[in-house]
């Protein structure tokens, strides 16, 4: 048995804000017997918005009312009522996350219609995000070799590293088209991030608020910004300038990358051969794509074509995939429902770690959720053992509590998603080495991915299961 439901996907980012409509088509692929297990069979775009700039109050505030005045609008153009959503994502990426009411407006966003993902994706989450929806994942998986995703944006620039499908790094630059503005054609400063002036400073050029540029000087700054990016992905050597322009930490960079791919507003600028004026933005965007796409180290580089480039963060969003978490688990039922918990998987080098590696390789990934004003409760995902004995158990519980421990709020549950048949027995090893100071939700028999978000029912059954909402945002058309 089929059936159609309809998905959007709006994301706020630095410079600009953007909604697409999917179709998507979902079947139920078990045995009548069998546990139901949807699955997406099919995936049409039906509508794409314009591409707005982001509407601003203040370089700390975003406009909500006109944020949702563009929402509404797009709905309208697209001929789709709010009541015919059946699900989505709102995320708001890159300076923008940054706002003083970010969670504001996505909470007032949230609301439009559909059992929303709601999420203000951190630097390092949002280039995993961008990275997938670029299809730098999906050629590294079929190609089995590392690809590096840059995704080049208004005010970020976020990277993501896949090996064989798998993240296995992320970082993120204050490197972007709109961290100088315009404010006319005679180039004059209106707007300059911190960073792009300890950036032009290094070269010689001042860019306070009120400066005039010449068009040189713009080019300048813009061939430093591309060298910097190249050195962040070991293809021309670092300088102390890469340091400053990160917002974490730098790539570890495991191993030789095979392939780059750019995503993000400015590739359409590094791809586009069409000549446009070089300020038509008011900003640098068209002319920092223009210095990436002549740059010297460029050619060294095996560029492979992104999927999407502007559309990369979300391209479509929001699909539901209904599962049942096996009868071997281990749960706290007063606390459930939960909704929107973030997933952060391991993948197969990380769980191959001994266990005081494996902790620290935890607290590491869990910082991809890093928020400014806290910390946000993540669920922890595995693969898991097979059959595995009492030592294994008590090693991997001790390992998991120490990398995530200090991680969490006080107060925040830990919550552990195994594919393997082990939830209740690593929930039980949890639970006693944590003495009663946390609850503890071990659930198995599911698999989730990086950029998902699940939702927890209340215990069926009995109480011997819950029900399980995969929401995995929808890439690669």
Known sequence: MTEEVFSVGIDIGTSTTQLVFSKLTIENTASMMAIPKIQIIDKEVVYRSDIHF?????????????????????????????????????????????????????????????????????????????????GAGKFSKEKGCTVANLDVGGGTTNIAIFKNGEVIDTACLDIGG??????????????????????????????????????????????????????????IPETTLLQKMLTGTSLKRQGEIDCISFSGGVADCIFNKEIAPPFKYGDIGIVLGKSIASSPWLETAKVIQASETIGATVVGAGTHTTEISGSTITIEASILPMKNIPILRLNQEDEELVYDQLSHRIAEKLDWFRLENGQQLVALAMRGLKNPSFKEIQGLAKAIIKGMENKLGEKQPLIIVVEQD?????????????????????????????????????????GKVVPVIVKTLVFNY
Request: hydrophobic content about 40%; proline content about 2%; some cysteine.
């Open 54 to 134: 982001t509407p601003l109050l203040s370089d700390t505030r975003i406009d909500g009312d006109a944020i949702r005045r563009i929402i509404e609008l797009e709905y309208k153009k697209a001929n789709i009522s709010f009541e015919k959503i059946d699900t989505g994502a709102v995320i708001i990426t890159g300076e923008t996350a940054r706002k003083e009411n970010a969670n504001e407006i996505l909470s007032t966003l949230s609301g439009l219609a559909g059992d929303f993902v709601v999420a203000t994706a951190g630097p390092d989450l949002e280039s995993i995000i961008a990275g997938k929806g670029a």
């Open 178 to 235: 709109r961290l100088i503005k315009f404010a006319n054609d005679q180039l004059k400063v209106s707007y300059a991030s911190g960073k792009i002036k300890v950036l032009a400073k290094e070269i010689g050029i001042d860019v306070e608020v009120g400066n005039k540029l010449s068009v040189e000087e713009v080019e300048r700054i813009s061939r430093r910004m591309g060298e910097v990016l190249a050195e962040s992905i070991g293809l």
């Open 422 to 462: 082990m939830g209740k027995i690593l929930g039980q090893g949890i639970h006693a080495h944590l003495a009663g100071k946390r609850d503890v939700i071990c659930i198995d028999s599911i698999k989730v991915d990086n950029g998902d978000y699940i939702d927890i029912g209340k215990p069926l059954a009995n």
